[in-house]
């Protein structure tokens, strides 16, 4: 993941919408670029207010919002009450494996499934913008604890 071309990237969805361009706005790209795994507005909100960040709770959810218009992350409900984000800029498109038990997200790639995706697609004359595949269980720990 290059930090520069997401820059980029933001910055070019910002002007074709004719958004206004902050530092508070590149001070979040920043963090959520610097984040692992899965977040909420409210985790990254805390996060930066703890490092000594100055952005409102509205400018986080706000510009989360942007950040996914433009592809650069991420939604997700798995199964709670909020929503969930992810770095979705030069990552590989995968799928999630959620327990509901401990709450543990798994990450899995596979090609199968994109290949039926393209078919399903194709048959029906349908262009995707995007696809999420969240298989809801228990983990093998879990399973190991009952």
């Known amino acids: 993941m290059n930090l ?3 820059k980029e990237r933001f910055t070019q969805y ?41 952005v409102s709770r509205a400018t986080v959810y706000n510009t ?25 800029f030069g990552r590989p498109h995968h799928h999630h494996l959620i327990c509901l038990e401990c709450g543990d997200i798994i990450e899995f790639v596979s090609e199968k499934i994109e290949k039926v995706e393209r078919e399903v697609c194709t ?12 298989i809801f269980g228990t983990c093998a720990r879990c399973q190991k604890d009952e």
């Open 4 to 6: 520069q071309l997401a």
């Open 14 to 54: 910002l002007k074709s919408g004719n958004y206004r361009i902050t530092p508070e706005r590149f001070v979040i790209l920043d963090s959520v670029m610097q984040t692992d795994g899965h977040f909420d507005a409210d985790e990254l909100f805390s996060q930066m207010k703890t490092g000594g960040q100055k």
């Open 64 to 88: 989360l919002d942007l950040l996914q218009d433009c592809g650069l992350i991420s939604k997700y409900r798995f199964g709670e009450n909020h929503s969930r984000y992810e770095k979705a």
């Open 123 to 134: 048959s029906n004359s349908f262009k995707a913008q995007t696809t999420t595949l969240q």
